[in-house]
């Protein structure tokens, strides 16, 4: 039988490497990491940058995870463990609020989504699996952060010139303000975003938990604002409480005890 062939198994802990990592890498970094000659190190990232595995920062020469595996990987996603024990509920989450339901995790400083049911009408939509979300504009992404350290460091390493990234003129712009909502997020058990990632547009999403409590995901609605939130632009408590209670079911297949 013919061994392993080096220069893919290198290649496989490089793109380990980068995915452990909450930010980008440089190349002495990576050398230094996995005991490579920087020549080597640097000969496999040229070839994984170019069939776009990898991406190199202009302005810091650092390197970070590229946009194809992303499209490779969401093969992946009808076989992953969050996605498939959560279909039912989303799907029925979907029928009791009426709106669309999305299913997200994070994936470096992004909410990226995994799984998507459309809102039960006949109206046109488009389907979202494979989506990179703002984190600090959705209320899924508030989720993630609020209970994941490593997403909350990828947001902040993110920042340009010390903000967030505009969308409207209610999108969260500094950590300070940021910080004051997450707390809220972990008091209430629940996040939720209006007009912030787009005007007219809101939602609501709670934490999905594995074994050990710990978060692994998000679930949340989304759809028009004034159908999502009450006139005084407040989140509807029904549909808060049909999220929480969709999340806690996908939580329960996962292994997580009541909290």
Known sequence: MPGPVQS??????????LAQGSGRLGLTEIANSLGLARGTAHGILRTLQLVGFVEQD????????????????????????????????ADALAARSGEAVRIGTHLQGKVLVVH??????????????????????TAIGKVLLAYDANAAAALHDAVQDGEL??????????????????????EHGW????????MGEAGVAAPIR???GLVVGAMGISGATER????????????????????????????????
Not at 130 to 135: A, S
Not at 167 to 178: D, K, P
Not at 233 to 249: N, Q
């Open 8 to 17: 893919i198994e290198r290649a496989a802990a490089i793109l380990r490497l």
């Open 191 to 198: 996040a939720s975003d209006v007009d912030e990632s787009g």
């Open 116 to 137: 998507h049911v459309f809102r039960p009408d006949d109206s046109l939509q488009t389907l979202d699996v494979g989506m990179l979300l703002p984190m600090h504009a």
């Open 58 to 89: 202009e302005a810091t020469g650092k390197y970070q995870l590229g946009a194809a595996l992303l499209h490779l990987g969401t093969s992946y996603l009808d076989v992953n463990e969050l996605r498939s024990r959560a279909i039912n509920w």
């Open 228 to 259: 999502i939130c009450d006139p005084g632009g407040r989140p509807r408590p029904d549909l808060v409480g049909y999220v929480r209670d969709a999340a806690r079911a996908v939580s329960r297949d996962l292994g997580a005890s009541r909290w």
């Open 210 to 212: 594995g074994y050990g």
């Open 165 to 186: 990234e505009q969308f409207t003129r209610r999108t969260v712009r500094t950590h300070r303000e940021m910080s004051r909502v997450l707390t809220t997020v972990r």
